[in-house]
Structure formats: structure tokens, C-alpha cells
């Protein structure tokens, strides 16, 4: 009886324990986890942004601060009278009615009406007692002195999460010490999902607001140097132009400038070049500017004094078979190096470098820091490599004694030449001074020695030099009275194809005052380059003549646009009408100069300038010259931004389609319409992203008239929605069977692609001799579509298509491979839904057989960037056996997606670092789709090394030396 009470014992005591270990489990070992996902049963975690750290001048003015307002949302299921709150909001917001309409009409829980809301505007609308109606508060970014220092300040602007993100200058070098730490919070819902409270676990999930910056910058000096400037870019007719002063003594930055600028509240309305601080990232031959330190150079080494002669200075000197001149032919024989700089002779100059020699030249160039960035606390800083001794021709080294031939920033000569102004010491330069965390406690940031290039004597001497050239020589008009003022002028001819343009040049001043203690140095550039203006002149130009072609033989146009497809498209469409007609097609000429090009029949393969040259002259010329008359032309209509020249609006300046297609419209080039979207959710984002990209679009089927014909993709949303249209139409779906073309269904193998579709009620069938991806079949019916618009029949187009099909490079084009594998070159570029069906087709195909995918970064894509990504690698492994990623947004998204699902693959930052993996990665009889992104990848690379007849090369896209060339600069 015991034995059996003990057995019974133990059992229970065992059953105890188990559930006491169970309970430890779930309630110690998983409890954040459990706790968590208890928490997203009854609300969501929801992002607290912190406040953003401010910017200030040394004088206490905020030049970026934070400005409260407010978003204001509602909720439609308390909203009883919407067409009255509607009426009510549009009245006192001053916006549409229709839209606050149709954001009131969704069956959803919260909408947002309104971003940007002051304090008074809030008062009125909380005035209105609307029930179902709230705020949340938000801070923006706010520049109270507008576009002052922009290029210094550098803007705020979303990153491919949604997030606010510091972007160029102070504001991205100092991005995570400004926007502080963000915090979390729950939102508790109520039975209907309401929102009804937020809940802040710690103190902790507050996170923490940003720290604030204090500048070196004084306003006043900012404020100055920005309008001098201005005035004298006015007055001398120059295109831009710098300045960057500085305190020697501590290489604090006390005011620095470009010009044209930008407003950084309002940075996506400008071009992106102008977000550029060129002071620190532009590169250029400083000319006389850079004599100073050669000469301090020579000085230093006690090779020579002021007082010593030049012995060649009697006229042109012959160096390396090169013939040097004065900068105004004007010459000084027996010249002493004092009158050399005040003369600013480049003779005297080649004498000085050539008795420093080219050792001690580079020494001294390093010593100065040149070729090297100088650590300024900004984004973007750049610095030129200088070339090793071995590669250092004699004329090399004359050139460099004046400035040519060698290429810094601004900031690295700022920064060398204030040694001269601070006894031979040279100073790290500095925006900020002090850093004050949100409790107020303000950190110094002391000034920091970089180096001493030159003694302090060697200073001493050539700051002599240096006011004697202010006070008898060509800087003279530097003068102040009651002040000594070292300085030196310089004009350097811009390089242009291995010469110097005569036509194009950069003037500058370099100087320091007062001489006795210098309290700034300064170094002001102008910009005489034309670059821009003779941009918009070319565009002007080519646009009036290839206007004045298509009047002469006036053409049938067809407009193709879409985010993809286009060139397949054009170039179908075009073997159709060919078989009747005169036709002149794109062929990938889809932009602001390749479309005018094309009409006037003009080939350009690099764009330099004696392309441009030959532009000028052979455009009249063939106006006058071509007859080869053309009855249709075909134009492929790319944008790649929402701004002229890139945009729809531009395009349609310079042809006007009779007849348009559009065949897609989706997140292609994103990352130039990102900025216009403020919405700070991703899923929002991402709708007004395509929703601007749907308008620039959009405008080409809008653009046809009563009497002419659009093709529109009904299954496109994007496009639907951009009824009524002006003009006749012809439909095109795979799931409205009502759509004049119905796609019914498609067949594809390894040797074949099969298309079935319905016409008005008839059927029809297209077989083509060689596989494709099932969204090719929207481009075979768009073709057909275009065909019948012109007066084909059906059966013609089907005929024409079977019989001379092809698609342009790299456009799922089919070689054999190394080790009898089958290649399917997608590399022209790629996006998600073309890379989706390439992927599908290898799946589909590729039954028994071993399934490779070569595949680059999806490019230009913006905040989305991420997601679209995430949503490819979900493609790879559902569709392949092995990938190769290749490209820095491949690794960062997709391959850990990848290793995460224990897919195989391999993952490169660069084409280079893949080149050698490539050929190893393929197995015998494997099929391999090759796809990616043109900029910067150039996947046709891959192809080569996997063709097994190297003459198929010839058949790939992006041929000739210009292509080449990139492809030899691109990793």
C-alpha cells in the first residue's frame, strides 16, 4: 500500500514539475515575446518621432529651427454628415471639397486631411465642433533665413522608410546627433478598432530628443559674403561662384557660400546639383591661387629667397615639347620670385617648381594636404588623387608651378594656404563649435592642429610677398585702407578633351587680413563656365529643328510611354509597320535630346563637346539636306523625374502624338518623385509616389485630341483611372473580357511562346518561335493594337510578328552558354515586375533543370527601395535554385531574406568583386537569367563571360566605345 502511495506521489510530483518548468516558460523565457503579441491584439506600436536638435550661428540666430503644426485627421465612421464637413473643411482649410470628400468616403477608421496646420487654423477648425474630427502634432523643419547657407545647411528630407533624414551638409554629417533617438508607444484600440489611448511602456520609450548645433558661422559675415557674391556674379557675368572664409588661427568656418543655391524647405523644386556644396566636393585647376605654396615650398627648402632672379624669364619657355607663356604674354627677364608673385609670372613660376624638383614637390604637396580631404564636418567632402612619381611627365611639373594640371577643392586650398596666415600651422577647418544636449549642457569642440607644412619664418616671409602683390601687383584692387591685406588672384583656363578652353575660366582671390594678426582668410571663386546655359540653348536649338523636319514630311507620330515595356513596344510596332510603310522608331532614343536627335537623324555616341559642336553645325544641315522622307515616326517617351527637361510636360513641347500608348504605370525612377511626398507611412508613401508618377504619365494619353486614337491598358489601374479621354480609344485587358483585345491565355517552353486572344469577339492565336515572359504578351497585343490603328488587319500583324520576330538587346534575348547551359539576357535593366515574370519563366520552363539567376540592384527607387526588394527575393526562391546578387541594395535587402529562408546564394558590393565568381557559379545544362539595373552595374558584363560563341557579344545591349569606356570606369 505505501509503495503504491509512493509511486502515486511521484507521479504527481512529477506531473508538477513539468508544468511548473511549462510555466517558467511561457511566463519568464517568452514573456516579452507573448507580452508583445498580446499587445498587437488590442493595439499597435506607434513610432514617437523626437524633436530635431536646432542650428545657430555664432551669434545666437537659429538658421534651422522646428516649427509646430498639426495633422489634422478624422474618423469616417463618426463623420455623419460628410458632404456638410466636407463643405465646412474646404472652406476653412481653402482646399478642394472633392478631395476631403472622397478621403471622408473610405470605410476606414482614420484618414489624414491635412498636414501642415497652424495654430490658428487648428483653433478654427476645433471652433466648428466637428465630431470624429483630431490633430496630432508634428514638427517640420524650418529655415528662418530661407535659402541662407543652404549649401552649408543641407535640408531634411525622407529616408526609403519614411523616416526624416538629414540629406548633404551640417544636416546629414550631424543626421543622427540632431534627430536624437526615437521612441515607441502603443495604441490602444477599442472594440471597433478604434483608436482611444496611447501607452508609453517606460520612461525609456520616450527615446530622446536631438542635440543642437552651435556654428563657427557668423550671421552677419554669412549674410554679407552671400550678397557680395551675388553682386558680383551679377556684375562680371559668371555662372556661379564660393566663398569660404575662415579663422586661421583656429580653422573655424565663418561663413561659406554657393551660388546658384536653393531654398532647403522647398529642396525637391530645385535641380539636384544644386544640393551640392561645391566649396568641399567640386574639383578645379586653382591657377595663380596655388602659386603661394609653391613659392613658400622653394622658401622653406632655403633653395630660394625673395630677392632671388629668374633666369629665364625673358620669354616663352620650351618644357617636354610644350611651349609655356605668361598668362598675358607680358615678360620680366632677371625677375626677382618677389616680383614673380607680383606679376603672377607663370615663367617665373616654372623656374621656382623646377628648382624645387618634382621629390620635394610632392613632399610639399602632401605636407599642404592636397589630394587629401581635410576632415571638414560636412557631407560630401571630395579630394582628387594625385598621381604617383613613375607617372609625372616634365610639363607636369612646370604646369603645377602655376596651378594647371592639378586639381583640388576649395576647401583643401583654404585650409593650406591659412598655414601662411598662422605661422606655418595649418588648422583642421570647422563648422561647428559647440554641440548643446536637450538638457541644455553645451560641449566644446576645441580647434584641432593638422599640420605644419611650412616653418614659421618661411610664414613670415611669404605673407610679405604676399602684401606686396596686394599693394603693387595684379591683386591690388584688394587694397582696404587702414589695413594690410596678403593676397593673390588667379584665372585658370577650365580642361575641356585634353585643352584648355580659353573661353571657359575660373577667377579667383586667396587672402588673409589684417597681416599683423590675422583674424580671417578668405577664398572667393567665380565661376565662368557656361555648361548650364549652353544646355538650354542645345535643347532650344535641337527642338526647333526637329520640329522643322517633321513639318517637312509631316509623319503619322505614335507616342509609346510606361514605366516599362516601352522599347519592346516601339520596336514591335515598328516591325509591323515596316512592312508597308517608311518608319523611323526610337530605338531607345526616349529623352530631352535623343528624341530630336533621332528625328533629325543625328548620331552621337559620346556627348563632349565636339559631339556638341557637331550638333550645332549638322542640324541646319540636315534640315536642309535630308529628304529621306518617313511616314510614321515612332517615339519612345521616357521621364525619369516630375521636372523639365526630364518630365512628360517637356517631351510633349517637342513632338505631339496622334496616336499614344501607355503601357504601364508603376515605381519606376521613385526616387525623383520621393521628395514631393510627404506622408511619412510607407504604404501612404508609396500610393502618392505612383500617383505622381501616374500624372506625369498620364499627360500623354491626355495630350490626344478628338481625332486621334489612345491604347489603353485597362488591367493598369493607374491608367483606367485616367478616363475620359479626349480621344478614341482602343481597350487592352487580360481580365475584362469586354476590352476590344482580351488576352485569354498564354503557353510558354523553352523553344516557344504561345498567345491567345480575342478581337471583337473573334479568336486568335500568335505563336513565337523562342520563350518569353508572360507580360510580353501585353506588349505583342499593344503592337497589334497600334497596327490596327493604322489600318492592318489582325491577321496581318500576326502573320508580320510570326515571321520576323525579335526583341531589342537585352530584352530576354536567348544565347547558349558555357558548359551547354541557356542563357536568357535580361540585362538591359530591371524593375519588379519585369524581373517578376523573367523569374516566373524560368520556373515555368526550367522544370528539370537547374535554375540560375544573375541579378543586380533595382535601381533608382527612393524610399520604396526596401520593400521592392524584399518583394524580389520572395520571386527568387519561389522561381530558383541559385542566385548571384550583385549591386550594394542587393545585399543590404535581398540576401538576407535569402539566407533567412536557407536559399543559396552568393553576394557582391560590385561587379568587380563578382566578375571572377561568375563563370564558377554555373553548373552544365543550367538555364541562367541575367537581370539588373543599367546604372552602374552593366550586366551585359556577365553575359560576355558566359557566352560560349564570344562572337554573340555583338548582340548584346550597349555597344560601341562610349559604352566601353563606362563600363571600364564602373565597378
Given amino acids: 500500500m505505501i509503495f503504491r502511495i509512493r509511486i502515486v506521489l511521484v507521479f504527481f510530483t512529477l506531473i508538477f514539475g513539468v508544468i511548473l518548468i511549462r510555466l517558467f516558460y511561457w511566463q519568464i523565457v517568452k514573456a516579452d515575446e507573448l507580452f508583445k503579441l498580446g499587445q498587437t491584439q488590442y493595439g499597435d506600436s506607434i513610432k514617437i518621432e523626437p524633436v530635431r536638435g536646432e542650428i545657430e550661428t555664432s551669434d545666437g540666430f537659429p538658421i534651422a529651427a522646428n516649427k509646430i503644426s498639426y495633422l489634422l485627421y478624422g474618423n469616417p465612421k463618426e463623420i455623419r454628415d460628410k458632404e456638410g464637413t466636407s463643405r465646412i473643411l474646404s472652406r476653412v482649410l481653402g482646399t478642394s471639397e472633392a478631395s476631403i470628400s472622397a478621403q471622408l468616403s473610405q470605410d476606414l477608421f482614420w484618414v489624414p486631411l491635412k498636414r501642415g496646420i497652424d495654430a490658428q487654423l487648428k483653433k478654427e477648425v476645433e471652433e466648428e465642433k466637428i465630431r470624429g474630427l483630431g490633430f496630432e502634432q508634428e514638427f517640420e523643419r524650418y529655415y528662418p533665413e530661407a535659402s541662407m547657407a543652404a549649401n552649408l545647411l543641407g535640408f531634411v528630407g525622407k529616408d526609403e522608410y519614411g523616416s526624416s533624414k538629414g540629406y548633404s551638409g551640417l544636416e546629414g554629417y550631424y543626421d543622427r546627433l540632431l534627430r536624437g533617438k526615437e521612441g ?333 594678426d590675422p583674424r580671417f582668410v578668405m577664398l572667393v571663386v567665380l565661376d565662368k563656365h557656361m555648361k548650364k546655359i549652353l544646355a538650354r540653348f542645345y535643347l532650344v536649338y535641337l527642338r526647333i529643328f526637329a520640329k522643322i523636319q517633321l513639318r517637312k514630311f509631316n509623319p503619322l507620330i505614335i507616342g509609346v510611354g510606361g514605366a516599362s515595356g516601352k522599347s519592346s513596344a516601339v520596336h514591335l510596332i515598328s516591325l509591323i509597320l515596316n512592312d508597308k510603310y517608311k518608319v523611323k522608331q526610337g530605338k531607345g532614343k526616349n529623352s530631352e535630346t535623343g528624341i530630336p536627335l533621332n528625328i533629325l537623324n543625328i548620331n552621337i555616341e559620346n556627348y563632349n563637346l565636339f559631339s556638341w559642336l557637331k550638333i550645332f553645325f549638322e542640324a541646319p544641315l540636315k534640315v536642309l539636306a535630308d529628304w529621306n522622307k518617313f511616314d510614321y515616326f515612332i517615339a519612345e517617351m521616357g521621364i525619369d523625374s516630375p521636372k523639365p527637361p526630364k518630365n512628360m510636360t517637356y517631351l510633349l513641347k517637342i513632338i505631339r502624338p496622334k496616336i499614344a500608348l501607355l503601357t504601364n504605370i508603376y515605381h519606376e525612377h521613385s526616387v525623383y518623385f520621393d521628395p514631393l511626398v510627404k506622408s511619412e507611412k510607407e504604404n501612404e508613401r508609396k500610393k502618392e509616389i505612383i500617383q505622381l508618377i501616374a500624372e506625369q504619365e498620364g499627360m500623354l494619353l491626355k495630350s490626344i485630341d478628338e481625332s486621334g486614337i489612345s491604347v489603353v491598358n485597362l488591367d493598369d489601374p493607374h491608367i483606367a483611372d485616367l478616363a475620359p479621354l479626349k480621344s478614341k480609344i482602343v481597350t487592352i485587358s487580360e481580365k475584362d473580357k469586354n476590352a476590344d483585345f482580351f488576352i485569354e491565355s498564354t503557353q510558354v517552353s523553352e523553344s516557344y511562346f504561345i498567345l491567345n486572344f480575342v478581337f471583337l469577339k473573334e479568336k486568335y492565336q500568335i505563336k513565337i518561335s523562342s520563350p518569353l515572359p508572360r507580360h510580353y504578351a501585353s506588349s505583342i497585343i499593344f503592337s497589334i493594337a497600334v497596327a490596327f490603328s493604322c489600318g492592318f488587319s489582325v491577321r496581318q500583324s500576326i502573320l508580320i510578328l510570326e515571321r520576323n520576330f525579335s526583341l531589342p538587346p537585352g530584352r530576354f534575348s536567348v544565347f547558349k552558354g558555357i558548359k551547354n547551359s541557356t542563357i536568357f539576357d535580361s540585362s538591359y535593366n530591371s524593375s519588379l515586375e519585369p524581373a517578376k515574370g523573367a523569374l516566373e519563366v524560368m520556373s515555368e520552363i526550367g522544370k528539370n533543370r537547374r535554375k540560375t539567376g544573375i541579378l543586380g540592384d533595382m535601381r533608382e527607387l527612393g524610399s520604396i527601395s526596401k520593400i521592392q526588394h524584399e518583394l524580389l527575393a520572395k520571386e527568387i526562391i519561389k522561381n530558383l535554385d541559385f542566385a548571384v546578387l550583385i549591386g550594394p541594395l542587393m545585399k543590404q535587402f535581398v540576401a538576407p531574406v535569402l539566407e533567412k529562408e536557407g536559399f543559396k546564394f552568393e553576394a557582391f558590393e560590385t561587379f568587380k568583386e563578382a566578375k571572377d565568381k561568375i563563370e564558377g557559379s554555373v553548373k552544365k545544362d543550367d538555364l541562367i537569367l541575367v537581370k539588373g539595373s543599367q546604372n552602374t552595374l552593366f550586366l551585359e558584363r556577365a553575359v560576355e563571360i558566359l557566352l560560349d560563341d564570344r562572337n554573340d557579344r555583338n548582340k548584346l545591349c550597349r555597344r560601341g566605345n562610349y559604352w566601353d569606356n563606362i563600363r571600364r570606369k564602373t565597378r
Wanted: glycine letters at 10%; a neutral charge; hydrophobic letters at 35%.
Fill in 184 to 516: 515607441t508607444a502603443l495604441q490602444i484600440h477599442d472594440a471597433l478598432g478604434r483608436p482611444i489611448l496611447a501607452r508609453v511602456d517606460n520612461e525609456r520609450s520616450f527615446g530622446t530628443d536631438g542635440s543642437s548645433l552651435i556654428l563657427n558661422v557668423n550671421r552677419g559675415i554669412q549674410f554679407l559674403a552671400e550678397k557680395r557674391l551675388k553682386e558680383g556674379i551679377e556684375r562680371y557675368g559668371a555662372s556661379g561662384g564660393m566663398v569660404g572664409i575662415m579663422d586661421p588661427k583656429t580653422g573655424n568656418i565663418l561663413a561659406m557660400v554657393n551660388f546658384p543655391s536653393y531654398d532647403p524647405k522647398k529642396y525637391s523644386e530645385y535641380e539636384e546639383d544644386l544640393y551640392k556644396n561645391t566649396f568641399i566636393s567640386s574639383l578645379y585647376e586653382p591657377g595663380s591661387t596655388f602659386k603661394p605654396l609653391v613659392m613658400s615650398s622653394v622658401f622653406n627648402e632655403k633653395l630660394l629667397k625673395p630677392t632671388s632672379k629668374c633666369s629665364i624669364c625673358s620669354g616663352p619657355v620650351s618644357v617636354g615639347g610644350y611651349e609655356l607663356h605668361t598668362w598675358n604674354d607680358k615678360y620680366y627677364p632677371n625677375s626677382t620670385m618677389l616680383e614673380v608673385i607680383q606679376h603672377s609670372d607663370n615663367i617665373g613660376m616654372v623656374f621656382a617648381a623646377k628648382t624645387l624638383g618634382l621629390e620635394r614637390m610632392l613632399k610639399y604637396i602632401d605636407r599642404f594636404g592636397i589630394g587629401k580631404t581635410t576632415g571638414i564636418d560636412l557631407e560630401g567632402e571630395t579630394a582628387a588623387n594625385i598621381k604617383p612619381k613613375e607617372l609625372w611627365y616634365e610639363v607636369d611639373l612646370a604646369t603645377t608651378g602655376f596651378g594647371q594640371g592639378i586639381s583640388i577643392t576649395p576647401i583643401e586650398l583654404l585650409s593650406a594656404f591659412s598655414s601662411i596666415a598662422n605661422s606655418g600651422t595649418m588648422m583642421e577647418p570647422h563648422v561647428v563649435g559647440a554641440v548643446r544636449d536637450k538638457n541644455g549642457k553645451i560641449s566644446r569642440i576645441n580647434p584641432k592642429e593638422i599640420g605644419k607644412p611650412i616653418s614659421s619664418a618661411t610664414a613670415k616671409v611669404m605673407t610679405q610677398v604676399l602684401v606686396n602683390a596686394v599693394n603693387k601687383g595684379e591683386a591690388n584692387w584688394a587694397r582696404i585702407k587702414g589695413y594690410k591685406v596678403a593676397g593673390k588672384t588667379g584665372t585658370a583656363s577650365i580642361p575641356v578633351e585634353g585643352h584648355y578652353d580659353p573661353n571657359k575660366t575660373i577667377a579667383s582671390f586667396i587672402g588673409f587680413a589684417p597681416v599683423d
